[in-house]
């Protein structure tokens, strides 16, 4: 089955800096990855998504990158603000169109 | 348009009492997906379900639980003689479909704590 691997686990920026995470996928069969944004005892939010047909998709502040030969993708949020503050999450849908997730990273934004 | 509604929000069982969660999908969502967040941890896929069909349940324990997703009313993810392990946030999600229309929105979860 598909492994979704998220580095980092925690991330710690300064208000106004950019952001960074990584996720890789074991599944060349994957074709759709989105990301989603966890505030503490809330749901997931879909903040973005990327199909395996594109390699970057670009919303305001948050974008995302897709290396398909190197099956990766990440997440870039650039001038970090204090309300970016949340754990997030990736994903990996298979063929099978069930999502795993990656482990999660927990973004701390310090004003 | 109403997302995608949970209930109950938190439910509380003793060890070996039956855990019945509700899941209603967005207006139009014909597709169910359930998953369990244990604390700290991410989300793991339990079961995928269309109406009154299960897709796929191979993330779901083989004993004590199960899922349906009826004709009319929700979707509902039953957990038999719960024990503490069970303990831990359950989220479902839905979608239009399934292809390019998959994008999976999730409901406000249900807490189940097992004391």
């Known amino acids: 089955g598909e492994n979704v691997e998220q580095h980092p686990s925690t991330l710690s920026v300064q208000e106004g800096d950019s952001a960074v995470i990584k996720c890789t996928y074991s599944?060349?069969?994957?074709?759709?990855f989105p990301w989603y944004k966890q505030e503490l005892g809330k749901r997931p939010q879909l903040i973005i998504d990327?199909?395996?047909?594109?390699g970057e998709k670009k919303d305001q502040r948050i974008a995302v990158t897709l290396n398909k030969t190197a099956k990766h993708f990440s997440l870039h949020i650039t001038e970090t603000q204090p309300e970016d503050s949340a754990v997030y999450f990736c994903a990996a849908r298979n063929a099978g169109n069930m999502l795993t997730f990656g482990g999660g990273t927990r973004l701390m934004v310090k004003p | 348009n109403a997302g995608v509604m949970q209930n109950p929000r938190h439910l509380v069982r003793r060890r070996g009492q039956e855990a019945r969660l509700r899941c209603s999908p967005m207006?139009?969502?014909?597709?169910v997906y359930w998953y369990r967040q244990l604390p700290e941890e991410g989300l793991k896929f339990m079961v995928y379900?269309?109406?009154?069909?299960?897709?796929?349940e191979s993330g779901m324990p083989k004993e004590r639980f199960s899922a349906e997703f009826p004709k009319e009313g929700p979707s509902i993810l039953r957990i038999q003689q719960v024990v503490r392990g069970d303990s831990a946030a359950y989220f479902c999600?839905?979608?239009?479909?399934?292809?390019?229309?998959?994008?999976?929105?999730f409901g406000p979860g249900t807490r189940l704590t097992v004391l």
């Open positions: 379900l269309q109406k009154e069909n299960i897709i796929d």
């Open positions: 990327i199909r395996s047909n594109v």
């Open positions: 999600a839905s979608s239009l479909l399934a292809g390019d229309l998959d994008t999976q929105y």
């Open positions: 207006k139009g969502h014909s597709h």
């Open positions: 599944d060349s069969a994957s074709n759709y």
